[in-house]
C-alpha cells in the first residue's frame, strides 16, 4: 500500500458534533447502578478569570442527566471551579466512553445548593454541543480511573446526592433563566424545601 494511502487511512475518522445527548450518554448519567461505574471520571473544564482553563474531576454520583440536553451537576461550593461556574456560566465535560472522546459544551445556571448529604453547588447545564472524536487507527482503551478505598461508604453517599439532585429541581429550569442571555446570571442560593426529606 502506498505511503499517501496509509496516511489517508490515519486520518479516518468518524468524529462528529451533535446537539444532545444520545441514549447511551443518558444512561451513563442515568444516577442508576453506580456500582458500576466506581473509577469512571468526567473532567469538568471551566475557565478561570485570567481565561485558563481549569480542570476538576467529577463522578457518577455528582452527575445527572436530567434530559437529553440538561446535566446536573453537584459541585465542591468552595471550588475555584464552582467560582468560574458562576463568573461565566459555561463549562466543558470530557470524558471517554466505549472508545470515544466525548466533550460536551455546557452553559449553566447555578440552582439552590444542597445541603444533604453534603454542602454542594449545583448547576443545570444545557448542553450545546456533543463532540464525538474517534479515529481508526487508535482506539480509546479507557479515560481517567480511580478506585474506592471505601466503596461502601462512597456509594451511600453518591447515592443520596443523586437522590436529591433528582427530585431538586423540574428540568428545564432555563425557562426562566436563560444564560445566554444574562450570562453571569447566579440565582439567589437558598436551601431547597426538598432537602433531607
Ligand atoms: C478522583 C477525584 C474525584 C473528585 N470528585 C469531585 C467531585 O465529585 N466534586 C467536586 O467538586 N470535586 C471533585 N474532585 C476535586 C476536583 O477535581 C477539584 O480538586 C476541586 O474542584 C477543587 O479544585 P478547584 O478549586 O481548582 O476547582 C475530585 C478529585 C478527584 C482526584
Given at each position: 500500500?502506498?505511503?499517501q494511502t496509509k496516511l489517508l487511512l490515519m486520518k479516518e475518522t468518524v468524529s462528529k458534533e451533535e446537539f444532545q445527548l444520545h441514549g447511551e450518554l443518558i444512561e451513563l448519567f442515568s444516577g442508576e447502578?453506580?456500582?458500576?461505574?466506581?473509577?469512571?471520571?468526567?473532567?469538568?473544564?471551566?475557565?478561570?478569570?485570567?481565561?485558563?482553563?481549569?480542570?476538576?474531576?467529577?463522578?457518577?454520583g455528582e452527575v445527572l442527566a436530567v434530559d437529553d440536553t440538561t446535566v446536573r451537576l453537584a459541585l465542591w461550593p468552595?471550588?475555584?471551579?464552582?467560582?468560574?461556574?458562576?463568573?461565566?456560566?459555561?463549562?466543558?465535560?470530557?470524558?471517554?466512553?466505549?472508545?470515544?472522546?466525548?466533550?460536551?459544551?455546557?452553559?449553566?445556571?447555578?440552582?439552590?445548593?444542597?445541603?444533604?448529604?453534603?454542602?454542594?453547588?449545583?448547576?443545570?447545564?444545557?448542553?450545546?454541543?456533543?463532540?464525538?472524536?474517534?479515529?481508526?487507527?487508535?482506539?480509546?482503551?479507557?479515560?481517567?480511573?480511580?478506585?474506592?478505598?471505601?466503596?461502601?461508604?462512597?456509594?451511600?453517599?453518591?447515592?443520596?446526592?443523586?437522590?436529591?439532585?433528582?427530585?431538586?429541581?423540574?428540568?428545564?429550569?432555563?425557562?426562566?433563566?436563560?444564560?445566554?442571555?444574562?450570562?453571569?446570571?447566579?440565582?439567589?442560593?437558598?436551601?431547597?424545601?426538598?432537602?433531607?426529606?
Open positions: 500500500m502506498k505511503l447502578n453506580l456500582e458500576a461505574a466506581v473509577g469512571f471520571t468526567v473532567q469538568l473544564l471551566t475557565l478561570d478569570d485570567e481565561g485558563w482553563p481549569r480542570i476538576a474531576l467529577l463522578s457518577v468552595e471550588s475555584r471551579t464552582t467560582g468560574n461556574l458562576i463568573r461565566s456560566a459555561q463549562g466543558v465535560l470530557a470524558f471517554v466512553h466505549h472508545e470515544v472522546a466525548y466533550t460536551v459544551r455546557i452553559r449553566t445556571v447555578r440552582l439552590p445548593d444542597l445541603n444533604d448529604p453534603l454542602a454542594l453547588a449545583v448547576f443545570d447545564g444545557r448542553v450545546t454541543e456533543v463532540r464525538r472524536d474517534q479515529v481508526s487507527y487508535a482506539v480509546l482503551q479507557s479515560g481517567i480511573t480511580f478506585n474506592l478505598p471505601d466503596p461502601p461508604q462512597v456509594l451511600t453517599r453518591w447515592n443520596a446526592t443523586i437522590k436529591q439532585l433528582r427530585r431538586h429541581a423540574p428540568a428545564g429550569s432555563f425557562a426562566q433563566t436563560d444564560p445566554e442571555r444574562d450570562p453571569g446570571l447566579e440565582r439567589p442560593v437558598t436551601s431547597s424545601p426538598d432537602n433531607g426529606q
